[in-house]
């Protein structure tokens, strides 16, 4: 499977509507086993959602981590070359969020589901971009997973030139003037108000320590 987090951001050239989205996950949740907890690790593409992941699993008995950069991302690049489009295209037009997007947070939610049992922690790792806002997709997978635990933790962004400097050591883009309209446009998306926000202005043990502290 293709890991493609460095195009990360691509909803960020678009104003996408997250309903298809919502609708998808919320049909792909399922009841999961009273001591399991699912997890979610949102945030911004480059604040460490999957450094922060790959620590806590070794730290973690008994977790699961799923990521949608990495589940998702051979048929959104194959969708992307039969359209004609580059790779760092596949993210950023019409039919990727109205029929692409749905899949793939929606295949990583089922498989997070199909995990929930006995007292496994899942981590489902993604942007979420849009969706963090619509209260309905995340009181409805805390109703629809139960009994098992729900959590969503939302990774910040750090301060811009160090999150530049993050973008850019991975492979993305972070050139201006286009990364300070990324910056002010995806950290200006709402997020669901039961979400824990962590600070990744801080090295990388503090923010695995405080997401550790908030799974309890």
Not at 31 to 46: Q, R, T
Not at 129 to 146: F, K, M, S
Not at 156 to 171: F, H, I, K, T, V
């Amino acid at each position: 499977m293709t890991d493609v987090s460095q195009l990360g951001g691509g909803y960020a050239d678009s104003m996408p509507d997250p309903e298809p989205t919502v609708e998808a996950v919320l049909q792909a949740a399922r009841p999961g086993s009273p001591d399991a907890h699912l997890v979610v690790i949102a945030g911004p593409p480059g604040v460490g959602k999957s450094a922060a992941t790959a620590r806590i699993v070794e730290l973690l008995p008994n977790s699961l981590w799923l990521d949608k950069d990495i589940t998702a991302s051979g048929f959104i690049l194959q969708s992307a070359r039969d359209r004609g489009l580059p790779e760092s295209a596949a993210y950023g037009h019409e039919h990727y969020h109205r029929h692409l997007r749905p899949h793939e947070y929606a295949g990583p939610t089922a498989q997070a589901c199909a995990n929930l049992v006995g007292p496994r922690q899942v981590l489902l790792v993604g942007g979420w971009g849009p969706e963090l806002a619509v209260d309905r997709l995340w009181t409805g997978l805390r109703q629809r997973i139960a009994p098992s635990r729900f959590t969503v933790i939302h990774l910040d962004a750090p301060p811009l030139e160090e999150w530049r400097r993050r973008m850019a050591a991975r492979g993305s883009r972070s050139d201006s003037p286009w990364f300070e309209a990324f910056a002010r446009k995806v950290t200006s998306q709402p997020v669901w108000e039961d979400a824990s926000r962590v600070s990744t202005d801080r090295p990388l043990a503090e923010v695995v320590q405080v997401i550790l502290n908030l799974l309890g």
